[in-house]
């Protein structure tokens, strides 16, 4: 069974940094891009961004609201997949959610981790 | 990227039919066969209901059935039923190796 656990949001101020973590079970994680979405209260789906597997060179992908900011990474040995949040702003509270790609759609996802970014 | 556009909102009575549309762009609805469907209770993790526009995952119910005409894509619920009552959200490839989501749509049982 594919499973994918968020953990590591919280409480932050802003302009401070957090890390999340993304593990995964049930599959060779290592055969798999991963993807974050995150959710704002009250609002939509938004995607974060990718890393590709390292078949395809792990190269990553992100929307504008966070390119420059956020880093996504991965960690096959440990089936991990990590998004490092820097210089957070109020607008980036949010539930973040993992999500396995499967070709190119998001086929597995976790309950999220929430992050809230708030002085 | 601009999210793809959905109803707020879409009611129907249990049996019937709904249609829930989502609009996007010739960047990304209107040039791939990328378009995915999604049930998302709130608190939960989404569940994947369609992808590649109208292919169902093994699991998910054949009252699910997907469509794309041009920029718009379309879901369709028939014989709809109490447990359906949630939130829905479209997702496409798009250009420049990215996604983008719709706005999502509340479903409701009447």
């Known amino acids: 069974e594919v499973q994918l656990v968020e953990s590591g949001g919280g409480l932050v101020q802003p302009g401070r940094s957090l890390r999340l973590s993304c593990t995964a079970s049930?599959?060779?994680?290592?055969?798999?891009?991963m993807s974050w979405v995150r959710q704002a209260p009250g609002k939509g789906l938004e995607w974060v961004g990718f890393?590709?597997?390292?078949?395809?060179?792990?190269?990553?992908e992100y929307a504008a609201p966070v390119k420059g900011r956020f880093t996504i990474s991965r960690d096959d040995s440990k089936s991990i997949a990590y998004l490092q949040m820097n210089s957070l702003k109020t607008e980036d509270t949010a539930v973040y959610f993992c999500?396995?790609?499967?070709?190119?759609?998001?086929?597995?996802w976790g309950q999220g981790t929430l992050v809230t970014v708030s002085s | 990227q601009s999210a793809l556009t959905q109803p707020a909102s879409v009611s129907g009575s249990p049996g019937q039919s709904i249609t829930i549309s989502c609009t996007g762009t010739?960047?990304?609805?209107?040039?791939?066969?990328?378009v995915s469907w999604f049930q998302h209770h709130p608190g939960k993790a989404p569940i994947l209901m369609i992808y590649?526009?109208?292919k169902r995952p093994s699991g998910v119910s054949n009252r699910f059935s997907g469509s794309k005409s041009g920029n718009t894509a379309s879901l369709t619920i028939s014989g709809l039923q109490a447990e359906d009552e949630t939130d829905y959200y479209c997702?496409?490839?798009?250009?420049?190796?990215?996604?983008?989501f719709g706005t999502g749509t509340k479903v409701t049982v009447l």
């Open positions: 999500t396995r790609l499967s070709s190119s759609w998001h086929d597995y």
């Open positions: 049930g599959f060779i994680f290592g055969d798999y891009a």
């Open positions: 890393i590709r597997s390292k078949t395809y060179g792990g190269t990553t």
């Open positions: 010739s960047s990304d609805v209107g040039s791939y066969n990328l």
């Open positions: 590649e526009v109208s």
């Open positions: 997702c496409s490839y798009a250009v420049g190796s990215s996604y983008v």
